[in-house]
């Protein structure tokens, strides 16, 4: 029989990781440096993004056009009273108008369109990273606030790459092409105007920085709220049993609160941008007119050209005014698109390595441990293991027995490469899991958990999920051999029974049998049972014990057990306490030790004999 030792490791663990939801330097929170990262995003789509500009400058020139053309109708049609001059001059207004309705409309669908576009890829992007992130990151992050930012941060960067941007760009285009007629127009007229611009301007970005600040706080509050509102729903049936309905709204309701007022905040900052920017603007062009009329009157200007200036200038001091508007909302965007930045940022602690080492094939089957230790990242200063060494053989079954925190999970976890150890060497098939691809580890690993997984999908793709492109007879075959088939025949759809999120319309037998049923269509070489049966009732468990008898066949199985009575035909068990291995040997042999597995037989079996 193989030998299990217990030595302490002699190495300290590696504190250099990256806290999930860490707080960003001040040196990245800089204007809107953020909003840069999705510039690849729109490099994908470089020729609805051309287009886009092509509206954009037809749709700008042809307002730009206008101030030229109300001169000329002042300075020649009505002066002149010839009504064919102004008949002409109508219809090829109405032509630009035609031209600008199209450019306009253009603009719109094709930058919306960029918009929306964008956002899905990000959406996707975010997602995926998010399933790929290592267990550790999980041990920390709140479900609720991942929502939060896939829902809520990117809505706003919706809002920001599309109509937003739109409104900037071409408000940018506006007030550059207006300030220049304004200059062409009337150098002397148009320094009032230009002269109040650096006024505007600094308290845009000084305030740009506060709204985006407050933005980002309004966002974290909301994602607190959230991910609150997710913890609470998923265990709706539990606070309604405590009926705890009224704490769990109240607490909600403060949240909630703490969100508005953080949001008020930053509305309160743009509101006042606004009307520092529009007085200042505004008043520019009251005193252009001003001083414009009275050289009008004094016969140094003609009123038309009065007249083309001041559009120019109302068309620059309304671009600037909407610009200042538009500054806020990019401000809060980029405060989305920091805490989206900071999510893709963070690399997972189990990555495929540079050069995986390739598992065998065909499959082997052996899993051993060689002076393994391991502390969780969150509780780095205690090992919830150490020094475990084992080997089983090809198709082996290896039971492990011991109290609540002895350890026996973590093994599971090290084996499934969900975490590596702080020492030793966990292998697969005689390959260090570190040194393969975590995705080849796992697809040779079977698993039945304790609390089963079950998706608010139907029966059938609920199964399939063991392996996604099984045929439909392939996971009705699996669910035969769980035993699954019968309880699921008998729903109303079969099948194709949408069967409720978690599993709530099934029952704790039906659920494992789900999960068997994946296990089977799998076909691992490995499998894991973590106390299958611990939850059911005599008769569930008696069922699910025969369907997991047929799983086990052929296969390597390391299973975790309470009950002892479902481990009698394993080849070996292995009894733990606080991390180490401390006996080994068959059922009988362990009880003749009369040692701590002796004590456990003793009070199971005189217990249900009693």
């Given at each position: 029989?193989?030998?299990?030792?217990?030595?302490?490791?002699?190495?300290?663990?590696?504190?250099g990781?990256?806290?999930p939801g860490?707080?960003?330097s001040?040196?990245?929170?800089?204007?809107?440096?953020?909003?840069?990262?999705?510039?690849p995003?729109?490099?994908?789509?470089?020729?609805?993004?051309?287009?886009?500009?092509?509206?954009?400058?037809?749709?700008?020139?042809?307002?730009?056009?206008?101030?030229?053309?109300?001169?000329?109708?002042?300075?020649?049609?009505?002066?002149?009273?010839?009504?064919?001059?102004?008949?002409?001059?109508?219809?090829?207004?109405?032509?630009?108008?035609?031209?600008?309705?199209?450019?306009?409309?253009?603009?719109?669908?094709f930058?919306?369109?960029?918009?929306?576009?964008?956002?899905?890829?990000?959406?996707?992007?975010?997602?995926i990273?998010?399933?790929?992130?290592?267990?550790?990151?999980?041990?920390?992050?709140?479900?609720?606030?991942?929502?939060?930012?896939?829902t809520?941060?990117?809505?706003?960067?919706?809002?920001?790459?599309?109509?937003?941007?739109?409104l900037?760009?071409?408000?940018?285009?506006?007030?550059?092409?207006?300030?220049?007629?304004?200059?062409?127009?009337?150098?002397?007229?148009?320094?009032?105007?230009?002269?109040?611009?650096?006024?505007?301007?600094?308290?845009?970005?000084?305030?740009?920085?506060?709204?985006?600040?407050?933005?980002?706080?309004?966002?974290?509050?909301?994602?607190?709220?959230?991910?609150?509102?997710?913890?609470?729903?998923?265990?709706?049936?539990?606070?309604?049993?405590?009926?705890?309905?009224?704490?769990?709204?109240?607490?909600?309701?403060?949240?909630?609160?703490?969100?508005?007022?953080?949001?008020?905040?930053?509305?309160?900052?743009?509101?006042?941008?606004?009307?520092?920017?529009?007085?200042?603007?505004?008043?520019?062009?009251?005193?252009?007119?001003?001083?414009?009329?009275?050289?009008?009157?004094?016969?140094?200007?003609?009123?038309?050209?009065?007249?083309?200036?001041?559009l120019?200038?109302v068309?620059?001091?309304?671009?600037?005014?909407?610009?200042?508007?538009?500054?806020?909302?990019?401000?809060?965007?980029?405060?989305?698109?920091?805490?989206?930045?900071?999510?893709?940022?963070?690399?997972?602690?189990?990555?495929?390595?540079?050069n995986?080492?390739?598992?065998?094939?065909?499959a082997?089957?052996?899993?051993?441990?060689?002076d393994?230790?391991?502390?969780?990242?969150?509780?780095?200063?205690?090992?919830?293991?150490?020094?475990?060494?084992?080997?089983?053989?090809?198709?082996?079954t290896?039971?492990?027995?011991?109290a609540?925190?002895?350890?026996?999970?973590?093994?599971?976890?090290?084996?499934?490469?969900?975490?590596?150890?702080?020492?030793?060497?966990?292998?697969?098939?005689?390959?260090?899991?570190?040194?393969?691809?975590?995705?080849?580890?796992?697809?040779?690993?079977?698993?039945?958990?304790?609390?089963?997984?079950i998706?608010?999908?139907?029966?059938?793709?609920?199964i399939?999920?063991?392996?996604?492109?099984?045929?439909?007879?392939?996971?009705?075959?699996?669910a035969?051999?769980?035993l699954?088939?019968e309880?699921?025949?008998?729903?109303?759809?079969?099948?194709?029974?949408?069967?409720?999120?978690?599993g709530i319309?099934?029952?704790?037998?039906?659920?494992q049998?789900?999960?068997?049923?994946?296990a089977?269509?799998?076909?691992?070489?490995?499998?894991?049972?973590?106390?299958?049966?611990?939850?059911?009732?005599?008769?569930?468990?008696?069922?699910?014990?025969?369907?997991?008898d047929?799983?086990?066949?052929?296969?390597?199985?390391?299973?975790?057990a309470?009950?002892?009575?479902?481990?009698?035909?394993?080849?070996?068990?292995i009894?733990?306490?606080?991390?180490?291995?401390?006996?080994?040997?068959?059922?009988?042999?362990?009880?003749k030790?009369?040692?701590?597995?002796?004590?456990?037989?003793?009070?199971?079996?005189?217990?249900?004999?009693a």
């Amino acid at each position: 029989m193989t030998e299990i030792s217990n030595t302490e490791p002699n190495s300290e663990p590696d504190d250099g990781k990256l806290t999930p939801g860490a707080e960003p330097s001040k040196k990245d929170r800089v204007g809107l440096r953020p909003l840069a990262r999705l510039l690849p995003y729109l490099w994908n789509y470089k020729k609805r993004v051309v287009v886009a500009l092509v509206f954009l400058s037809i749709a700008a020139a042809t307002t730009l056009s206008l101030p030229l053309a109300v001169r000329s109708m002042i300075d020649n049609g009505f002066s002149k009273a010839d009504s064919s001059f102004v008949n002409n001059y109508f219809y090829a207004l109405f032509a630009i108008v035609a031209l600008l309705a199209i450019s306009s409309s253009g603009r719109y669908y094709f930058v919306i369109w960029l918009g929306e576009r964008v956002v899905a890829d990000l959406r996707r992007d975010v997602f995926i990273h998010i399933t790929r992130l290592s267990s550790s990151f999980f041990d920390t992050a709140k479900t609720g606030e991942l929502v939060s930012r896939l829902t809520a941060d990117t809505t706003q960067i919706k809002s920001a790459a599309g109509a937003t941007s739109s409104l900037a760009l071409r408000n940018t285009v506006l007030f550059v092409g207006a300030a220049i007629g304004m200059v062409v127009t009337s150098p002397g007229l148009s320094l009032i105007v230009l002269a109040a611009i650096p006024l505007i301007i600094l308290p845009i970005f000084a305030f740009g920085r506060k709204v985006r600040a407050r933005s980002r706080k309004a966002q974290d509050m909301l994602a607190d709220a959230t991910a609150y509102a997710s913890e609470t729903i998923s265990s709706v049936r539990t606070l309604q049993a405590f009926t705890n309905e009224g704490m769990v709204g109240q607490r909600f309701s403060q949240a909630v609160e703490l969100a508005f007022s953080a949001a008020r905040a930053s509305i309160l900052a743009r509101s006042i941008l606004t009307a520092f920017a529009i007085f200042m603007i505004f008043s520019s062009v009251v005193a252009v007119l001003w001083i414009g009329a009275g050289l009008v009157l004094e016969g140094s200007m003609s009123p038309g050209l009065l007249g083309q200036f001041l559009l120019f200038s109302v068309m620059a001091a309304g671009s600037l005014g909407a610009l200042s508007e538009v500054w806020g909302e990019l401000s809060q965007a980029a405060g989305a698109a920091e805490r989206l930045s900071e999510l893709l940022a963070t690399e997972p602690d189990i990555d495929v390595p540079a050069n995986p080492v390739a598992l065998p094939s065909p499959a082997i089957g052996s899993v051993s441990l060689d002076d393994v230790a391991f502390a969780y990242p969150t509780r780095l200063e205690q090992n919830i293991v150490s020094g475990l060494t084992l080997d089983i053989e090809p198709g082996e079954t290896v039971a492990l027995v011991g109290a609540s925190g002895a350890g026996k999970s973590t093994i599971f976890n090290l084996i499934l490469r969900f975490y590596d150890p702080s020492h030793g060497t966990v292998r697969l098939d005689g390959v260090d899991v570190s040194k393969a691809d975590p995705q080849a580890v796992r697809q040779r690993i079977g698993l039945v958990p304790q609390d089963t997984t079950i998706f608010a999908m139907s029966a059938m793709d609920n199964i399939r999920f063991g392996r996604p492109d099984a045929s439909d007879s392939e996971v009705r075959e699996a669910a035969k051999l769980a035993l699954a088939d019968e309880f699921i025949s008998k729903m109303k759809s079969g099948y194709e029974t949408t069967i409720g999120e978690r599993g709530i319309t099934l029952s704790g037998g039906q659920r494992q049998r789900i999960a068997i049923a994946r296990a089977i269509l799998k076909n691992a070489p490995v499998l894991l049972l973590d106390e299958a049966t611990s939850a059911l009732d005599a008769e569930s468990e008696q069922l699910v014990q025969k369907a997991l008898d047929g799983l086990v066949a052929g296969r390597t199985t390391i299973v975790i057990a309470h009950r002892l009575a479902t481990i009698l035909k394993a080849d070996r068990i292995i009894v733990m306490e606080d991390g180490h291995f401390i006996e080994t040997g068959t059922h009988d042999e362990l009880v003749k030790k009369g040692g701590v597995y002796a004590g456990l037989a003793k009070l199971q079996f005189d217990t249900r004999a009693a």
